[in-house]
């Protein structure tokens, strides 16, 4: 960046929040857009995959919310 010519640089977190409506459209997410982890998750046979989805389903069970949604915090 500063040989770009950018020369006060400033590092921030920022907190945000992924908002799901369902452990489906979290799954559907994952396996289509998350790059080199759909691909793995993508290569696995059936019953690989359905063993990863119960416990990545598990997981993310604490950040559901009482609608039945999921908010699952993250840092960028």
Do not use: K
């Amino acid at each position: 960046m500063s040989e770009a010519g950018f020369t006060e640089l400033e590092l921030e977190e920022i907190a945000v929040d992924f908002r799901y409506v369902s452990s489906d459209a979290f799954w559907d997410l994952l396996v289509r857009l998350a790059g080199p982890l759909a691909l793995a998750i993508n290569a696995r046979p059936d019953d690989e995959r359905h063993e990863t989805r119960a416990v990545l389903m598990q997981n993310v069970e604490l950040y559901r919310v009482p609608d039945g949604s999921y908010s699952v915090p993250a840092t960028t």
